[in-house]
């Protein structure tokens, strides 16, 4: 097993930051040392295999995207990353674990659906990785297989209140899968999104032959996202299960959250850098098909009704509980191009695993969070809400060596021939420029990213076996 050593750093934890340096050992921090300590020898750094200089940079936790969908069939056809390509373009932008979906489909089994991701999963990732359940057919064998499931570390459960006839969960079926979540004390989580308003809209759009993809955004509303929101707080309410609502976009949904969370509830909000960055009018209106690129649901929202920056406000009071990417990939070239004329046929998804951590960080330099918010969002309340924490998303002894050295002073350019290697024919952040940069990237004690070179595997990462949420009330 080699020993390495971080000097020279700021960590940034949740709570503050400290000049503090990092010893690994094999795959775990095992000491934070004061600069300067003999505590482990008057020569530590000659003593271990490789010291990482981190003068001047951050010190951070490896970040922990809880929301991602790597070779999920969508639409007729699949998403375009692969495990393997999608977690290696993770683990450039600073993610050590991703937590994909297995995909439940009406007459399938929750076991069987589940035992097919990990056969995708297996050996094909770079960083570590876990598992939700999409539950898509609520049954009484579907609802008996739940606790099954949470045995082997899959500990929670995604329902849908959007896609009739694919995921779609009637409001009957939502209460009996909450009632088996209060049951066990596994995290529901929820799509909200009134779908069978939307199916409706989205016919009258087609109907008057408005086709192109700026009407996804608008046969989508807000207030179909309010609505649901808030029917699926009331049903969480009834039942007493632990309430995550997946992708909120809409600030109104966002008060509903706050509102519960006012009152005590175990309810918990994750937004996506999409919907803090990217419009309804810039992006989905783009001319032409181009707005294609930026169709996924929740929809991107109308700036000019302030979603972004209320969104910026939610993360920093603490109602946003997490950021994830909801990395859904697909080409424009024979994919994204089945909707060409019938913008429901585009393929929902934006790709962004590798964009996460610095898009967030621009936030930081903006002035819109502080350094320790971004890393609470982006790796330790994550940890936290899927059961992997103090092994993930914290710079701490005992935990995993998943960590990133970030550097202020770097720049980053994102797009397509740039920093780019998400398995993608374009870039949803093409343009963007960012006030700092990945530096180095560790998981479990191996570096596997070095001033944007690779050095891992297609194998490194490993299966987590999660608990139940520790972010509970």
């Not at 359940?133 to 995604?158: H, P, R, Y």
């Amino acid at each position: 097993m080699s020993t390495t050593l971080i000097s020279g750093g700021t960590v940034i934890s949740a709570t503050g930051r400290q000049l503090i340096d990092v010893l690994i050992d094999g795959e775990s921090i095992v000491a934070l040392i004061e600069p300067g300590s003999a505590t482990f020898g008057a020569d530590l750094a000659g003593s271990v295999d490789e010291v990482i200089d981190a003068t001047g940079k951050y010190v951070i936790p490896g970040g922990v995207d809880a929301h991602t969908h790597m070779q999920m069939p969508f639409g007729g056809t699949t998403a375009s990353d692969t495990f393997e390509t999608g977690t290696r373009a993770a683990a450039f932008g600073g993610t050590t674990t991703i937590v994909d979906f297995a995909i439940q489909t009406p007459g399938q089994r929750l076991q069987d659906t589940l035992a097919q991701w990990h056969e995708k999963a297996a050996g094909n990732c770079a960083i570590d990785y876990g598992f939700h359940q999409i539950v898509g057919d609520v049954n009484d064998e579907s609802i008996s297989a739940m606790g099954e499931l949470i045995t082997e570390g899959v500990t929670s459960f995604k329902l849908f209140m959007a896609y009739p006839g694919v995921y779609y969960s009637n409001d009957g079926q939502i209460l009996r899968a909450m009632q088996k979540s209060a049951d066990t004390g596994a995290l529901m989580m929820m799509h909200a999104e009134n779908g069978i308003a939307i199916d409706e809209l989205v016919s009258q759009h087609l109907k008057r032959g408005e086709t192109s993809p700026y009407y996804h955004g608008v046969s989508r509303p807000w207030q179909l996202e309010e609505e649901a929101t808030h029917r699926a707080i009331m049903l969480a309410d009834v039942t007493g299960a632990p309430l995550y609502v997946v992708h909120v976009s809409a600030r109104q949904a966002l008060e509903q959250i706050a509102t519960a969370r006012g009152r005590g509830a175990n309810v918990f909000a994750e937004t996506c850098p999409q919907y803090l960055y990217l419009s309804l009018e810039e992006q989905l209106g783009a001319p032409g098909f181009e707005g294609a690129k930026w169709v996924c649901s929740t929809p991107l929202r109308s700036r000019a009704e302030g979603h972004q920056d209320e969104l910026w406000k939610f993360i920093r009071t603490g109602d946003v509980a997490g950021v994830a990417t909801d990395h859904c990939p697909f080409c424009m070239v024979d994919q994204k191009e089945l909707g060409i004329s019938d913008f429901s046929k585009i393929p929902n998804g934006i790709g962004g695993v590798e964009h996460r951590l610095d898009l967030m960080y621009q936030g930081v330099v903006d002035g819109r969070i502080s350094l320790e918010r971004w890393v609470e969002v982006c790796a330790t309340t994550p940890a936290r809400m899927f059961g992997m924490y103090p092994r993930k998303g914290v710079i701490s002894p005992g935990a995993d060596a998943d960590v990133v050295v970030y550097d202020p002073n770097g720049h980053t350019s994102i797009g397509v021939d740039k920093t780019h290697h998400m398995n993608m024919d374009y870039s949803a952040w093409e343009g963007f420029e960012i006030d700092g940069a990945v530096d180095t990237v560790l998981s479990r004690g191996k570096k596997i990213v070095e001033r944007r070179t690779y050095l891992g595997s297609r194998a490194d990462g490993q299966f987590v076996r999660r608990e139940l949420s520790q972010n509970l009330i």
